[in-house]
């Protein structure tokens, strides 16, 4: 019969769509999640600080490299510039406790810097020429342990003088925690304050 025909036909129909939707499925197939657990773990980064550090006997750990501070000759140019340009508190800071105790200067104070800011380049009409300067052109460091005698090479400028005068100091300093200090005044100190310099100036201090 017609009806029952056409009927069968579209089941037909229906079949071999299904048919081809399961096969066009069947062909693409659904995408897949990746599996990950045979990847390697990603490497790991490390960030390092740069220091100046220095390795111990052990080679395990490591401390830092402390400053090591002026040599003898060093010590003794920052003393002669001082004097040069009139710096009390420098000189006094490299000068040991109670150097300069029994000298009279000039200008005395009670404070060191102050003393010896006032009376370097004091002239006394009756004493040597007017200090004005010094240089120091070469230095001999003679060092025992904490203990040190430099032989400096002075030149010194003095106010109304042509020229210049080149004598040979002796400066000796002791080494403490706060570095080499000048443990008596030399002979150019005496110059820079005024005062003639004395024999004494160019001995070792007692015990030294």
């Known amino acids: 019969?017609?009806?029952?025909?056409?009927?069968?036909?579209?089941?037909?129909?229906?079949?071999?769509?299904?048919?081809?939707?399961?096969?066009?499925?069947?062909?693409?197939?659904e995408k897949s999640e990746p599996d990950l657990s045979d990847l390697p773990p990603p490497p790991k980064t490390t960030t390092s600080l740069p220091t100046t550090t220095t390795t111990?006997?052990?080679?395990?750990?490591?401390?830092?490299?402390?400053?090591?501070?002026?040599?003898?000759?060093?010590?003794?140019?920052?003393?002669?510039?001082?004097?040069?340009?009139?710096k009390g508190g420098a000189v006094c800071r490299v000068l040991a406790p109670g150097a300069i105790g029994e000298i009279k200067l000039p200008r005395p104070n009670p404070n060191c810097d102050v003393a010896v800011s006032r009376s370097i380049g004091y002239h006394d009409?009756?004493?040597?020429?007017?200090?004005?300067?010094?240089?120091?052109?070469?230095?001999?460091?003679?060092?025992m342990g904490s203990r040190a005698k430099v032989t400096a090479t002075i030149v010194t400028t003095y106010e109304r003088a042509r020229k210049p005068s080149v004598d040979d100091d002796v400066i000796y300093l002791k080494k403490s925690r706060a570095g080499w200090l000048?443990?008596?005044?030399s002979a150019i100190f005496y110059r820079a304050v005024g005062l003639e310099p004395p024999i004494s100036a160019l001995k070792p201090p007692p015990g030294f």
């Open 125 to 143: 009409p009756n004493g040597p020429p007017a200090f004005k300067s010094a240089r120091v052109r070469k230095v001999r460091v003679d060092q």
């Open 182 to 185: 000048v443990l008596k005044p």
């Open 56 to 86: 111990t006997t052990s080679g395990t750990t490591t401390t830092p490299v402390p400053p090591t501070g002026p040599t003898p000759g060093q010590t003794v140019r920052v003393y002669v510039g001082a004097l040069s340009s009139g």
């Open 1 to 29: 019969m017609p009806g029952r025909r056409s009927s069968r036909k579209n089941l037909q129909i229906a079949a071999i769509l299904a048919a081809a939707s399961s096969f066009a499925l069947a062909a693409c197939g």
